[in-house]
């Protein structure tokens, strides 16, 4: 008897056809790799979710319910939802720190209004209306600009208002709302003649929450893109470190986490500098009026949508959509952002219409452990291809010899027995780099095919292992053209 049956015994001698199914066989096409992604952040009291419980999110209107209108986390998942509706979307919150400060801020109003008119104050990228009317003083439209900043459900500010003076309050405790951006006449509005309007960005927000119980509160599910909020260091290390082991060859859970930070050119080149981790994308976002963790979110899902799509293409051009540009005077330029390419921190660029665009996602990783310079992990585009190729070959391999018996290349075994030796192993790697090299994620399969080895492990009989090879295919980003013209 040659062939291997996995049900069907051989001690039957009650007359009948015996039919089992095996579908090892049935699936030979690559893994659909699914994705899911996971927004960390802060709640409000208000918001009826558990901290430290991660929850599928659907909707905008489920986060508010679930996390406080105006809260970080809410605000999070709406950017993202709207910016990525397909890929499954988790999302954890955390309380803020006990030992925490809130950020404040002042809007200054002074004068009486010559003219009627609509004071414009953006908060967080959210525009708040405020009607004056002629010959109403400076006390009296703080007081209505107050009112109506408290009427913006979705304001990560509260106000108050004293005299003349508007008191901006961030929802949350914590170094983000130090991030919060306040400005006037953002579309270009403009002012009640008479009315003078002094702007004091918050500040003296300090602690962010103590992330190593939301870390611990991930277990093993497997997290493909996260959204993570904090850029303070212990933040960062973190989640690195936990992104590190996740990585590695005894867990196999990979995942990036997508970050955004605000400051200067030379505050963003110092936080990039800090950083050495393949798995840790931030994404600058100077000048930008929308807050730092809704720009994280929309990085987020560009790289969670179309890298799901095309881990090995490219997310230049792409709309970090709910991001607001930039005024033109605090746009970095080519210059700034080539530096900050060298340090880490990813870029984008405003297009003629105004659309904030992806100039290229790249990680924190610039040196290797013994601190030579190393771009092997500069792309993001690198990391999220290597986890579809050990996830596509490990998926085929488990699918089809889920009880194989392993033996050498010279043994003669029927062609039916569940058998697979390391000439068997060496043809499947090989064929599988044909196919990735079909989906365009790979390149030079032949050499490949030279240097692939599968060897039965000298040490425990029962194991086959393989070295794979693989030349990813590279991201086409810069051209160079030399124009040699003839008079």
Known sequence: MTIGFNEVPNAMRVPFVYVEIDDSNAVSGPALMPYRTLVCGQKLAAGAQAPLVPVRVTSAQQAVALFGAGSMLAQSCATYLAADPTTEMYAIAVEDA???????????????????????????GRR??????????????????????????????????????????????????????????????????????????????????????????????????????????????????????RWGALRMIEGVAISAATGTHAELGTLGDGRNSQHLTVMHCHGVPTPAWEVAASTAAVAAYYGNIDPARPFQTLELKGVLPPAQKDRFTQRENNLLLFDGISTFYVDAGGAVRVQRLI????????????????????????????????????????????????????????????????????????????????????????????????????????????????????????????L
């Open 98 to 124: 006990p030992a925490g400060q809130v950020a404040t801020g002042k809007v200054a109003l002074t004068g009486a209004a010559t003219e009627g008119g609509t004071l414009a104050l953006y908060i967080g």
């Open 128 to 245: 708040i209306l405020c009607g004056v009317t002629s010959g109403q003083q400076a006390a009296a439209v703080a007081t209505a600009l107050a009112a109506a900043i408290n009427t913006v459900p979705d304001c990560p500010c509260s106000a108050s208002a004293t005299a003349g003076d508007v008191t901006l309050t961030s929802r949350h405790k914590g170094l983000a709302g130090n991030g919060i951006d306040v400005r006037l006449n953002y579309n270009g509005e403009s002012t009640p003649a008479g009315l003078m309007v002094a702007i004091t960005a918050l500040a003296g927000g300090t602690a962010s929450p103590d992330v190593a119980p939301l870390i611990a509160a991930l277990g093993d599910a497997h997290w493909n893109v996260l959204v993570w909020p904090w850029t303070d260091a212990a933040s960062l290390t973190a989640i690195e470190r936990e992104l590190m082991d």
């Open 363 to 486: 990680t924190t990783y610039k040196t290797s452990p013994n601190g030579a310079e190393d771009p092997s992990y500069l792309d993001l585009n690198t990391v999220l291809t290597l986890g579809y190729l050990r996830y596509d070959f490990r998926n085929y391999i488990l699918r089809k010899y889920p009880r194989h018996k392993l033996a050498d290349d010279n043994a003669r075994f029927g062609a039916g027995q569940p058998v697979i030796t390391p000439k068997v192993g060496k043809a499947e790697a090989i064929a599988r780099a044909r196919m990735w090299e079909e989906m365009g994620l790979v390149e030079n399969v032949d050499v490949f095919a030279q240097q692939v080895i599968c060897e039965r492990n000298q040490r425990d009989r029962n194991r086959l292992d393989w070295m794979l090879p693989p030349d990813l295919v590279n991201q086409f980003c810069v051209g160079g053209v030399k124009l040699s013209f003839i």
